[in-house]
């Protein structure tokens, strides 16, 4: 199906920060992620996305000037190839929205805006996840070999 529509990308503000609470808790309870948060820590999320933290920056994804999802990244220092990684740590499509090349679109402007700093781009995805796999393998996404391991406080 060919959608004739306006896809823009813009920066998270305070004024997006109920409807994107919104898609996280969607997000955030789903098979997507290994266990849901709580909204305080959403809430946090959305507040350090729109503040001066240097560590995280929010996005919010429209169509014809409705917000069709969000997406966070966080920035990080990778030694492994000597500089900036990009996690990718939230994308979130609205499922009316899904199937247009948000996601795509999402991963270039994310690329073109970080190209000249970027060493690394990471993503986690559930091992089910089978839609989001498949996606982020058609936007040159590969499996990582690590075995991951955390210490929550």
Not at 36 to 52: M, N
């Amino acid at each position: 199906m060919d959608y004739k529509v306006n896809m823009n990308i813009r920066l998270m503000t305070p004024k997006d920060k109920e409807e994107v609470l919104k898609m996280m808790r969607v997000f955030y309870d789903s098979d997507a992620v290994q266990h849901a948060a709580p909204d305080a820590i959403l809430e946090k999320d959305i507040d350090d996305c729109v503040s001066t933290l240097p560590f995280v920056e929010g996005y919010i994804l429209e169509e014809n000037g409705k917000i069709a999802g969000y997406s966070m990244i966080a920035f990080s220092y990778s030694t492994e190839y000597g500089g900036i990684c990009i996690w990718i740590e939230d994308i979130y499509i609205k499922p009316e929205y899904q199937g247009r090349g948000f996601a795509t679109k999402l991963f270039r402007f994310i690329e073109e805006k970080y190209n000249n700093i970027a060493v690394r781009y990471r993503l986690e995805l559930e091992k089910n996840n089978v839609h989001a796999k498949k996606s982020y393998q058609k936007n040159g996404y590969a499996p990582l070999d690590y075995l991951e391991m955390t210490k929550e406080l």
